[in-house]
């Protein structure tokens, strides 16, 4: 059961350039989507994280817009670097009980000069 | 460094062998996660601890155990390994109260030979 789908699997954009990452869950008791970004021979690390009361946060670069009502949210990278080139996990999960954390299937973001 | 300690960091076994693979959270946290991740699964939710006791359960199978230890140390045993179950196994941990994702350990690569 997919409960974080996550798209498109891989993408190549030209630096400088937006990258767009897109998610939607299903369950609507998720109230915490956080997305990481993951280096090769590294563990996935926590880059940004919105919860569902706001409709955009941004962090440098880094932007999360959420649609409640759509049960989507996208991260959109702008001025896009070399140094981007990463898979990006979406994620989702319960801030209450357990925390699990749900994840999508990833994107591996390629930025070519 | 995430904080989070995960040893060893390459592990080559043969089918049918037993491995442990070890995680130290971070200073403070209670909790900790272990995942899996293969390149067609993404990040697959094994299983949950949170001071001591085993909180939530993935798609773990059966031949597969886990504990965490009083030091909060917790321990993923791999039993009656198969051909097709290399992957990368990451451990994870959060504080107790307002959770705001994971930190992630830089994992543990198992072939299986």
């Known amino acids: 059961q997919q409960q974080v789908k996550q798209s498109p699997q891989s993408l190549i954009v030209q630096k400088g350039g937006i990258s767009i990452i897109n998610c939607a869950y299903e369950?609507?008791?998720?109230?915490?989507f956080p997305w990481y970004q993951q280096f090769p021979g590294k563990g996935p690390a926590l880059l940004i994280a919105i919860r569902p009361d706001v409709s955009e946060k941004k962090e440098g670069r880094f932007t999360i817009s959420f649609n409640k009502s759509a049960k989507q949210f996208s991260l959109h990278i702008m001025d896009s670097q070399p140094g981007d080139s990463a898979t990006y996990f979406c994620?989702?999960?319960?801030?209450?009980?357990?925390?699990?954390?749900?994840f999508g299937i990833g994107t591996k973001l390629q930025v070519i000069p | 460094d995430s904080g989070v300690t995960q040893t060893p960091k390459h592990l080559i076994t043969a089918t049918g062998q037993r491995v442990t693979l070890r995680c130290s959270p971070r200073?403070?946290?209670?909790?900790v996660y272990w995942y899996q991740q293969s390149l067609d699964q993404g990040l697959q939710f094994l299983i949950q601890?949170?001071?001591?006791?085993?909180?939530a359960k993935g798609n773990i199978l059966e031949r597969f155990s886990a504990q965490q230890f009083p030091d909060l140390h917790s321990e993923l045993n791999l039993s009656s390994l198969e051909l097709g179950g290399s992957a990368l196994y990451f451990c994870a941990s959060s504080p107790q109260g307002t959770f705001y994702g994971y930190t992630f350990g830089s994992g543990t690569r198992l072939t299986v030979v």
């Open positions: 601890y949170y001071n001591g006791e085993e909180r």
């Open positions: 994620a989702a999960s319960m801030s209450g009980g357990y925390q699990k954390v749900t």
């Open positions: 200073s403070g946290d209670l909790s």
């Open positions: 369950n609507t008791a998720f109230d915490y």
